[in-house]
């Protein structure tokens, strides 16, 4: 039985060998055939046909390689023209960011055209694309593109300035920094507020500094029993003492109104635009200390209660 087995399995490997000489004799001759098949003249006419079109890809790449970096570097030469002569002008620093980054932008646009042409692709599809494009991002940002709106508004009409202190839509504050999209300010208390271009633009704006002299408006009430006339000699008296107080206009003194429980008398002043609110506060305190010496009595409420 074991014998058999032997014999068996001899024959089987003799048959293996022998296919696998058959299969590598095949394969040769299958090589050889391929070979043989492979002659001068068809590489050489591979190539002549491949050399054009590789000669012809590399020169368009080397072209638009040139107009890259040629277009750059000009580009970033005229920005730089561009800024300096801006800066000329006085610009505010927002509006000169603005339009030195739309102008960049516009002359990539202008290398992207140039390149689409030498890649062989209609301007008129590109510029359809480009459109769609800005219809979708306009759609999707309608807040931020009022706002934007807004800040170019306000940049370029210049209805304030950094540095002005200014107060509208519930805020108020002085000016730190005018952006395209969000102004800055900061409050006398030192909290930072940012406004919406879009809101501020829309909105009533008073600005406190835009002029060197600011007029010191002051009403103050004194007792029907007190002197009227010693009165408006004290006002006149602490304009008077105070330097910050501009000589000319001077101020002025008069009776304001006859209300129920006082005599309002009012006080038109003017001062520099910088020093508006200390004067002020000065000025309050040095009239209660005048009245005081005077016997000027100013009224408040009173309540009276009797005993018995």
């Keep these: ?21 058959t299969l590598a004799a095949d394969v040769k001759e299958a090589v050889s055939e391929d070979l043989q098949k492979i002659q001068p003249d068809v590489v050489a006419d591979t190539i002549k046909r491949i050399t054009p079109l590789a000669l012809g890809f590399l020169y368009q790449l080397l072209i638009i390689v040139i107009i890259i970096v040629l277009g750059r570097k000009l580009i ?6 561009l800024k300096t002569s801006l800066d000329r002008l006085n610009m505010e620093e927002g509006a000169r960011k603005f339009i030195v980054s739309l102008v960049k932008a516009l002359l990539y646009l202008i290398i992207v055209f140039i390149i689409a042409e030498r890649l062989g692709i ?33 940049l370029f009409m210049r209805p304030f300035k950094v540095g002005d202190y200014i107060s509208g839509i519930g805020v108020e504050g002085s000016v730190s920094m005018i952006g395209i999209i969000y102004t ?24 406190a500094t835009a002029f060197d002299k600011r007029r010191l408006d002051i009403n103050i009430g004194i007792s029907y029993d007190s002197d009227i006339n010693i009165a408006k000699e004290c006002l006149k008296d602490v304009y008077d003492r105070d330097e910050r107080i501009c000589k000319e206009p001077e101020a002025i003194i008069f009776i304001e109104a006859f209300d129920a429980s006082c005599i309002t ?17 000065n000025i309050f305190e040095h009239i209660k200390a005048e009245f005081d010496k005077k016997g000027i009595e100013i009224p408040y409420n009173k309540l009276y209660v009797k005993l018995g």
């Design 265 to 281: 008398l009012g006080t038109r002043a003017w001062c520099k635009t910088s020093e508006y609110f200390e004067v002020k506060c």
């Design 122 to 154: 209609s301007s008129n599809s590109l510029a359809a694309v480009i459109g769609s494009a800005g219809i979708a991002v306009g759609l999707a940002l309608q807040g931020s593109l009022s706002n934007l709106a807004g800040g170019i508004i306000i």
């Design 76 to 81: 970033s030469l005229f920005a730089k023209m």
């Design 184 to 207: 800055t300010l900061i409050t006398t208390d030192n909290r930072k507020i940012t406004v919406p271009n879009g809101s501020l633009s829309n909105a009533v704006v008073t600005n």
């Design 1 to 21: 039985m074991l014998i058999s087995l032997l014999i068996q399995a001899g024959k089987s490997l003799a048959s293996s060998a022998l296919e696998s000489e």
